[in-house]
């Protein structure tokens, strides 16, 4: 796989087309940009780019969704950009130019690396300045799916990222025939710009599912008293994303609903598809009708394989499923956004031009006690207690001693539930199977078995009204200080969900084991999504010295202010 | 009297501040019961003794490879795109026409602001007149807002009348936000270049009838401190206005409406109007749009 390119070749022939990426390559002729992608019905599409030396450009480019002209940040001309395949083990130079009349960076997420290559501006590099070239220079230490992405200012949103794949040095314990990429993101014709100033300006903007009377009238949503409630407490049950299909075209590889990107079987095979959630703002919820999906990798690391027919995935998660299509037909691969306002949706098929029925998008899911931080089995306890009570007991600051009171902070979790069990909002009862964190086991035992020897509680503020997003209360622009650890010491960090939404949470350089009930084997994430009114124990060793980014990879909660700087001490690690 | 109006604004926020507060005082509510953590799923705590977090750093990791100057300037853009940002909003409430037998009249009412999350600079104005060419009333305000609650600004600053009548110039403290039950609220109390003292208490609702279809009921309360003739005011309430209109948000940003208003002279000041030979009460059909980009 490992081809030596020289740095100066010219673009076109890097980027070599996979139209069915596994079968040891079977079809690596090098075609052109344009056959690969933003083509209505082509089969896939990612150009791909490997070997020691890969040279990659950031630019502007015009593309097509769903027959409609945008504009896009684009790697290498295409979105996403290129498949970077890479060999575990290999050391790689990777020499990204800028042509936009900005800054630029590429952040390598999920990776291991030499902090100074982690690509973000203002924490681990200066950036990439416009028309200058960065080379980034590290040891592949790991296998399997990441992705890569801009970390300078919303460029993520308008096209700027690409899927990473890491074949493993030794055998691969995931048995498959073909594999295939599936980067789902969210594309706006707004400028992201614009987007994040219509947050701020009326934070429901985007949401046009709102409650309204007409469907009171019908008996739809919650009844009159439940509405009374939550209006006395100035919440929306409604607000599930902060973005959503009013503006959204949902992408799979680049390919809107209408281009319906296919990805090519032959009956009996096992597919390989390596899911990557590259939308800015989407949470997804991914099921192909008719197929039983394997879960085998999370986040880039193998887990025992889980048999699902449906999954959540939040931005910058990945997910490997194994599926085995025996029949001769065409399958939907649906992955609808969270809050039901829009699908994207790509066809598998053993020819293209197939397709199969599109499922109608399910009903608009409403928030419950339970994401507004109040156990059900708590509330039960309390019986008849009055709504107003609760009412000012959702923002005691007792329950959150460290968070620093003001108008940023919407409500405190006043009994927040380890939600690790719960497929995920919309999700309780579609009738079949979901995914859960607590069904994660990782493959290989935890490499630290180590005990943590202290504890971490970060709480995730906001307030949903004025959009401002926070660590512990504070956004980034006013703090002081950045989240220290030890070299190697071995830390549970929890994470407090004291808002009606779900953050994933990302920290950079590192693995950390969700704490999920398999001690020993809890699965190994870079990105952990904490439901709403819940929480999440991760233990971290932190082993990788340097500055790090952990922020909310929901790109406008990060905007906003949701992210701090972790540091690792000493910077020489256990030479001191 | 004048103190008990100079009283009104603080005691409307400081109602949503005391609701938010409340809890702490409650004494019902404790720390997260140990239950409620779902043990079964979240380990027991660390066993003793637990080691202390490190102090943060001095250094800055990545001045061992870059520059200090160069990480300076980025680090100054990473604070300005992660919560350092500025946004802005201009919104017209109304923009109406209001026809009537003699002469039509026209009244707006709209708000502008500028800043970060907390600090804002805020521009107000209404008015209304004749198409004939009279302009009744009309002021503009100019604020310094601060976010003080997780619902509610302070607001400071001049208001500057124009129009028939005498020209006006004020100090303005205010506040405005989100009341339970997602009332929008805002007050003002007024104190003149002429050392009068006036307030003014704002109410309005959103009725989602459909996605796109909205009842808007609207209140407006006036009140002064003292006689002040000139201005055909009257100590206590001067005058009321109710609205409702129904609008069709075409757009979000873009809402045509049809609606009725509705205004009364209260108390002292009616009888002065009425002394006058002015009408007290006056309802009106009213058409216009809602509009903000």
Not at chain 1, 120 to 126: A, I, L, T
Not at chain 1, 381 to 393: P, T, W
Not at chain 2, 159 to 177: H, I, K, M, N
Request: hydrophobic share 40%; net charge negative; with cysteine.
């Amino acid at each position: 796989m490992n081809r030596l390119v020289p740095p100066r070749l010219h673009r076109r022939q890097l980027l070599r087309g996979v139209s069915a990426l596994g079968g040891a390559g079977a079809l690596n002729a090098f075609l052109p940009t344009w056959a690969q992608s933003g083509t209505p019905g082509l089969a896939a599409t990612l150009p791909t780019v490997s070997g020691d030396h890969i040279a990659l450009r950031v630019g502007h480019t015009p593309i097509t969704v769903d027959g409609r002209r945008g504009h896009a940040v684009t790697v290498n001309g295409t979105v996403p950009g290129p498949l970077v395949r890479l060999k575990e083990g290999q050391s790689v130079r990777l020499a990204v130019t800028n042509d936009l009349d900005e800054d630029t960076s590429i952040h390598w997420h999920g990776l291991l690396l030499p902090f100074q290559m982690d690509g973000v501006p203002g924490v681990s590099f200066p950036g990439i300045k416009p028309k200058e070239t960065f080379i980034y220079e590290f040891k592949v230490r790991q296998a399997g799916t990441y992705w890569y992405h801009s970390h300078s200012g919303l460029q993520e949103q308008m096209g700027h990222y690409g899927p990473i794949v890491i074949d493993p040095v030794g055998e691969d314990p995931v048995q498959f025939d073909r594999e295939h990429v599936v980067v789902l993101s969210d594309y706006s014709f707004m400028h992201p710009h614009e987007i994040f100033r219509k947050l701020k300006a009326q934070a429901g903007y985007f949401n046009r599912q709102k409650q309204t009377v007409a469907g009171l009238l019908k008996g739809e949503d919650q009844p009159l008293k439940d509405r009374k409630e939550w209006a006395a407490m100035r919440m929306d049950p409604t607000d599930i994303l902060d973005v959503t299909g009013s503006t959204y075209t949902f992408l799979i590889n680049g390919h809107g609903p209408k281009d319906n990107w296919t990805g090519l079987f032959k009956p009996g095979e096992r597919v390989r598809l390596r899911f990557v959630n590259a939308g800015a703002m989407t949470i997804f919820n991914v099921r192909i009708p008719g197929l039983k999906l394997s879960v085998v990798q999370a986040d880039g690391q193998n887990v025992q394989p889980v048999e699902v027919e449906e999954f959540q995935i939040s931005p910058a998660e990945t997910y490997d499923v194994v599926v085995q299509p025996t029949e001769d037909r065409a399958y939907t691969l649906v992955a609808e956004a969270a809050d039901r306002s829009g699908m994207g949706r790509a066809t598998l098929a053993p020819r293209l031009g197939m397709t199969a029925e599109v499922p109608p998008l399910r009903k608009r899911p409403l928030l419950n006690m339970r994401d507004m931080g109040m156990d059900h089995s708590a509330m039960m306890g309390m019986g008849g207690m009055e709504m107003d009570h609760s009412a000012m007991s959702m923002r005691d600051p007792r329950n959150a001693p460290q968070v620093k009171m003001g108008p940023g902070v919407q409500m405190i979790s006043p009994m927040p539930a380890d939600r690790t069990g719960d497929p995920g909002q919309g999700l309780e009862d579609v009738g079949h199977k979901v995914l859960v964190y607590t069904d994660l086991v990782a493959l290989d035992p935890n490499p630290d078995p180590r005990p943590p020897s202290r504890e971490l509680e970060i709480h995730l503020t906001g307030n949903m009204e004025r959009f401002m997003w926070a660590f512990d209360g504070v956004s980034f622009s006013h703090l002081k200080d950045p989240i220290p650890f030890r070299f190697n010491e071995r830390v549970r960090v929890v994470l407090v969900n004291d808002s009606m939404m779900a953050h994933p949470i990302h920290l950079h350089g590192h693995f950390f084991e969700v704490v999920n009930g398999h001690p020993g084997r809890h699965p190994r994430k870079h990105t952990v999504n904490v439901l709403p009114g819940g929480r999440v124990a991760f233990d971290l060793t932190a082993d990788e010295p340097g500055d790090w980014a952990f922020h909310c990879h929901l790109l406008y909660h990060m905007h906003a202010g949701m992210f701090n700087v972790v540091t690792v001490r000493p910077l020489d690690g256990g030479a001191a | 009297m004048r103190a008990l109006l100079l009283a009104i604004a603080p005691l409307a926020i400081g109602t949503s501040v005391a609701a938010q507060d409340h809890g702490a005082h409650h004494g019902h509510q404790p720390a997260p019961a140990p239950d409620a953590r779902q043990g079964h799923l979240i380990p027991p705590p660390l066993q003793e003794p637990v080691a202390e977090p490190p102090p943060p750093p001095s250094d800055r990791a990545a001045e061992r490879f870059y520059s200090p100057e160069a990480m300076a300037a980025a680090r100054a853009q990473l604070a300005k795109e992660h919560g350092g940002g500025t946004a802005w909003k201009v919104m017209l409430s109304n923009a109406e026409v209001r026809p009537h037998s003699g002469s039509d009249g026209y009244a707006w009412e709209g708000e502008a602001w500028w800043g970060g999350d907390i600090h804002r600079l805020v521009l107000k104005s209404e008015g209304e007149g004749e198409f004939d060419g009279k302009l009744e009333s009309g002021e503009v305000q100019a604020l310094y807002s601060r976010a003080v609650t997780a619902y509610f600004q302070l607001q400071a600053g001049l208001r500057q009348d124009f129009g028939t009548g005498p020209s006006r110039t004020y100090a303005v403290l205010g506040f405005e936000g989100l009341a339970p039950y997602w009332f929008e609220l805002e007050g003002s109390a007024f104190l003149s270049d002429k050392g009068d003292v006036s307030a003014r208490l704002e109410g309005a609702y959103d009725l989602r009838l459909t996605q796109r279809l909205i009842l808007e009921p609207r209140g407006e309360l006036n009140l002064s401190a003292q006689d002040t003739p000139e201005l055909g005011l009257a100590s206590g309430l001067t005058d009321a206005e109710l609205g409702l209109r129904l609008r069709y948000e075409i757009r979000q940003e873009f809402a045509p409406y049809v609606g009725v208003a509705y205004e009364r002279k209260l108390g002292e000041t009616a009888d002065l109007a009425r002394a006058g030979g002015e009408d007290v009460e006056e309802t009106r059909l009213v058409l216009g749009v809602r509009a903000w980009f």
